[in-house]
């Protein structure tokens, strides 16, 4: 399996900021990589796809990069709406795996 | 707009069979465009790939519950179903139901989840 490392596990942020969200996969996925948004009680959202590629209907305050095996979202002028976790997820293998999530607090 | 809705079962009891489906509006699942996929997230926690179906009936699992599931189309009724047989509280979880791209390999469009309890 390709083990996804989300750091940190979870990060508060004043209205905004500019945060960053780093993933490490274990092994080298080139771009298959997906961001995902969840808000509690709530399904994931799809925010960014193949590691930079942002989703129809998503703020461009997110913005996703990396190649490889280290990727990072970053999420310009933080807005109370953007609390949540984000998961990066692998799609290099079939067997899609998840990094454990990052809980978002606004402050 | 695409929706996909989960249906079955909130509590099962352990060693039972643990079933599920997701009737999806707005797409056909013969697309072949898609794939069908079930995901599910225990209470606090992460997110499990359990496995996918393809409009040809091709089948996909996670190796860790390989024996024991079974993903399914019902392409009369535009649904598809999850069977986890010989279930433990481990599987005690929010289950959705998603579509994931065939050529862009990611997940578009999920279900809203349904908690499934395994308890006696």
New interface residues.
């Given amino acids: 399996d390709v083990q996804m490392t989300q750091s940190p596990s979870s990060l508060s942020a004043s209205i905004g900021d500019r945060v960053t969200i780093t993933c490490r996969a274990s092994q080298r996925i080139g771009t298959?990589l997906?961001w995902?948004q969840q808000k509690p009680g709530?399904?994931?959202?799809?925010l960014i796809?193949?590691a930079s590629s942002l989703?129809g209907g998503v703020s461009s305050r997110f913005s996703g990069s990396g190649s490889g095996t280290d990727f990072t979202l970053t999420i310009s002028n933080l807005q109370p709406e953007d609390s949540g976790t984000y998961?990066c997820?692998q799609?290099?293998r079939?067997?899609?795996?998840?990094?454990?999530?990052t809980k978002v607090e606004v402050k | 707009q695409v929706q996909l809705q989960e249906s079955g079962p909130g509590l099962v009891k352990p060693s039972q069979t643990l079933s599920l489906s997701c009737t999806v509006s707005g797409d056909s699942i013969s697309s072949a465009s898609y794939y069908w996929t079930w995901i599910r997230q225990p209470a606090g926690k992460g997110l499990e790939w359990i496995g996918r179906i393809y409009m040809s009936g091709s089948t996909k699992y996670n190796p860790s519950l390989n024996s024991r599931v079974t993903i399914s189309l019902d392409t009369s009724k535009n649904q598809f179903s999850l069977k986890l047989t010989s279930v433990t509280a481990a599987d005690t979880a929010v289950y959705y139901c998603a579509r994931d791209d065939y050529d862009g390999y990611y997940i578009d469009y999920w279900g809203q989840g349904t908690l499934v309890t395994v308890s006696s």
């Fill in positions: 298959f997906n995902y709530k399904a994931p959202k799809l796809f193949g989703q998961y997820q799609s290099y079939t067997l899609f795996t998840f990094g454990g999530g």
